[in-house]
């Protein structure tokens, strides 16, 4: 009775071992799939990356996929440049020699997109039309102040009340911001309601790629605004979070002239 509980148990653990090696194979399959692999792709990649470098032959048993179609799935994945070939013999074996070429190749993806976003945002600054966008939430808010390092203006312009403004944003997600901003050399000037941590914020000018003006106290405001490259973006963070964005090249040349002539007033 022991002998067959003891084969009982050891049948169940293999089992189980099975399972969790299929349940892994399945879920790396479904993440090759969301990279741009076909179903095929994904099962060749895999079993190269579980069994090295392998000849065809040995793939189409492994997988399960005819021998005539393997050299179509194999010669995809070398125009990728997933793979590569070696030869032993007259044998022919195929390899992945850095499976990190996936990441590689996602980032010169995003990479791209950024570039072609910029471009398509310069192309929307042509147009005389007005684009309103409204924005609700801590997660809008905080994506709206994102796209001012998508677009990589040259200035970025700003009336702020620094206080209010801090409510919405994560303090460590803001000092990143900072860092991306002054490495893209993103130039910034700012009017700023007068409060101590204001004093606290023009203090650090020099090291932080900016100017700021400190606005004298009977001038008051509780909201934000930012201007670049033909977008103005209004925050309020005081209650519900919201915002605006207005792209418009007539309203942002207003609004530009307008700081312009209290930045010359102010500093003079």
């Known amino acids: 009775m022991l002998y067959i509980k003891a084969k009982h148990d050891i049948f169940n653990v293999s089992k189980n071992i099975d399972n969790i090696v299929i349940s892994k194979f399945f879920m790396y399959k479904i993440y090759l799939l969301s990279l741009g ?16 470098p392998s000849p065809a032959s040995t793939l189409a048993k492994r997988t399960g996929i005819k021998r005539t179609s ?8 070398i125009e990728r440049n997933l793979i590569i070939t070696t030869k ?43 684009e309103v966008s409204h924005y609700k939430g801590e997660e809008s808010f905080r994506e709206m ?32 911001w900072t860092k991306e901003r002054i490495k893209m050399k993103i130039w910034t000037r700012l009017l700023i309601q007068d409060t101590p941590l204001a004093r606290n ?3 650090k000018d ?56 209290n930045w010359e007033l102010l500093k003079s």
């Open 70 to 77: 393997m050299y179509d799935i194999l010669g995809a994945l």
């Open 88 to 130: 032993k013999g007259a044998h022919t074996y195929y390899a992945i020699d850095d499976v990190n070429k996936l990441v590689y190749q996602e980032r010169d993806k995003m990479r791209l997109a950024e570039t072609v976003v910029r471009q398509l945002k310069a192309e929307q600054g042509r147009s005389n039309e007005i």
């Open 201 to 203: 914020f023009q203090k």
């Open 145 to 176: 102040y994102e796209d001012i390092l998508r677009v990589r203006p040259k200035e970025l312009m700003v009336w702020i009340h620094l206080d209010d403004f801090y409510k919405a944003l994560d303090p460590v997600r803001e000092d990143e």
């Open 206 to 261: 020099s090291e932080s790629y900016r100017e700021t003006i400190i606005l004298p106290k009977k001038y008051k405001f509780e909201t934000t605004c930012f201007m670049y490259e033909n977008n103005i973006l209004l925050f309020d963070s005081r209650d519900q979070i919201t915002g605006i964005r207005i792209r418009h090249p007539g309203f942002y040349l207003l609004m530009k002239q307008a700081f312009e002539m």
């Open 37 to 52: 692999f076909n179903e095929k792709e994904a099962e060749v990649f895999m079993a190269l990356n579980t069994y090295g």
